[in-house]
């Protein structure tokens, strides 16, 4: 089995983490060891990544060909509903445990009531100097109420 070797920054790897940055995949991958895309955000999610000298970051995931309202800015309620199917944003701080490979994202503002004033450790992997993932272990709850264990990937390359 082939090992992975972590890339290694030149500069901090805060200074690492810096810029901007593109969505290019998300992964569950099962105990049975298939793989798929995150459900809510399907085969081909569009996203960006922000992070500034200042500490703060922004992220944000949206599953592509989300329905289009009728009245551009006067949705019906249905379909405001709809537009929040498939999308997740948040802004903050952030800070690394570089110790323990983690980012942290502290939300202030995000698409979800119950996002800001939470902790959301990313554990990360650097792959090159453009690439990085995180990735950690979670559940997927079942249309039958059970969970089952995943691991879940979220892969960036910067934009230049």
């Known amino acids: ?3 992975f070797v972590e890339y290694q920054p030149k500069g901090s790897t805060r200074e690492y983490f810096l810029g901007a940055w593109k969505l290019v995949s ?3 991958k099962y105990s049975d ?3 798929a895309p995150y459900p809510d955000l399907g085969r081909d999610a569009a996203g960006f990544l922000m992070y500034t000298p200042s500490g703060h970051m922004c992220a944000q995931l949206m599953k592509p060909r989300r329905p289009r309202w009728a009245e551009a800015n006067t949705p019906t309620a249905p379909e405001a509903t709809s537009a929040l199917d498939g999308f997740i944003s948040y802004c903050g701080a952030f ?4 110790n323990e490979h983690i980012m942290i994202h502290h939300p202030d ?4 009531p119950n996002y800001p004033g939470t902790v959301l ?5 650097l792959v090159n100097q453009d690439c990085f ?3 950690g272990a979670g559940t997927e709850k079942q249309k039958d109420g059970t969970e089952v264990p995943v691991i ?3 892969t960036w390359e910067r934009l230049k």
């Open 1 to 3: 089995m082939k090992r």
């Open 26 to 28: 998300t992964e569950y």
């Open 33 to 35: 060891g298939h793989t």
């Open 95 to 98: 800070e690394i445990r570089e």
């Open 109 to 112: 503002t995000a698409w979800s």
């Open 121 to 125: 450790e990313r554990p990360y992997r």
């Open 133 to 135: 993932s995180f990735r």
């Open 152 to 154: 879940w990937t979220i």
